[in-house]
T-cell receptor, first 117, second 113 residues
Framework: DQQVKQNSPSLSVQEGRISILNCDYT??????FLWYKKYPAEGPTFLIS?????DKNEDGRFTVFLNKSAKHLSLHIVPSQPGDSAVYFC????????????????FGRGTQLTVWP | NAGVTQTPKFQVLKTGQSMTLQCAQD?????MYWYRQDPGMGLRLIYY???????DKGEVPNGYNVSRLNKREFSLRLESAAPSQTSVYFC????????????FGPGTRLTVL
């Protein structure tokens, strides 16, 4: 059973507009969430993370929002650029893994973002 | 720093053949991981090694074995390849501790005919 769910397999956005990618999780004990970005024929690369003690984390054009009561997080990209076209994965560490050497990540199925000029 | 390297980049096998996927990291990380990525399925953990000398099963370990050769290297072996193992395989590494992300290699694209 999936620990994290990304229900939109694809999203298409015009350059300069906002991209919003969504992720839902099942376990209210999860407390640390990550977003990875993946280009074709490359490995995933870490983009941004958020801890459950926060409800927002920003890094340049990327902002992640966490709604713990809804067990939902979203990644906002503003403004979107054609170079942002990639697959975006939401991921979570189980609480017992985050601070340990176990560190097993559970991934969503990904959302393909296409930013067109 | 090369980060995480994987060999080979591509491989085609016939059903029943065996092969080993190699992974090495130069970041002195304790933990290493093998994932597979299938279309529409995200990344699923096959095996992991929390530290040198230890290995353990992930979500989808059937049909695979692993060896943590030393701190740098973590290999994945398919003893008798099956078409269901056609996938893209990623190796990753991480330093233990809170707020540490995993670093991924470029992947191995495996086709089993």
């Amino acid at each position: 059973d999936q620990q994290v769910k990304q229900n939109s397999p694809s999203l298409s956005v015009q350059e300069g507009r906002i991209s919003i990618l969504n992720c839902d999780y099942t376990n209210s004990m999860f407390d640390y969430f990550l977003w990875y970005k993946k280009y074709p024929a490359e490995g995933p690369t870490f983009l941004i993370s958020i801890s459950s003690i926060k409800d927002k984390n920003e890094d340049g054009r990327f902002t992640v929002f966490l709604n713990k009561s809804a067990k939902h997080l979203s990644l906002h990209i503003v403004p979107s650029q054609p170079g942002d076209s990639a697959v975006y994965f939401c991921a979570v560490y189980p609480p017992v893994d985050r601070g340990s050497t176990l560190g097993r990540l559970y991934f969503g199925r990904g959302t393909q973002l296409t930013v067109w000029p | 720093n090369a980060g995480v390297t994987q060999t080979p980049k591509f491989q085609v096998l016939k059903t029943g053949q065996s092969m080993t996927l190699q992974c090495a990291q130069d970041m002195n990380h304790n933990s290493m991981y093998w994932y597979r990525q299938d279309p529409g399925m995200g990344l699923r953990l096959i095996y992991y090694s929390a530290s040198e000398g230890t290995t353990d099963k992930g979500e989808v370990p059937n049909g695979y074995n692993v060896s943590r050769l030393n701190k740098r290297e973590f290999s994945l072996r398919l003893e008798s390849a099956a078409p269901s193992q056609t996938s893209v395989y990623f190796c990753a590494s991480r330093e233990g501790g809170p707020n540490n992300e995993q670093f991924f290699g470029p992947g191995t694209r495996l086709t089993v005919l």
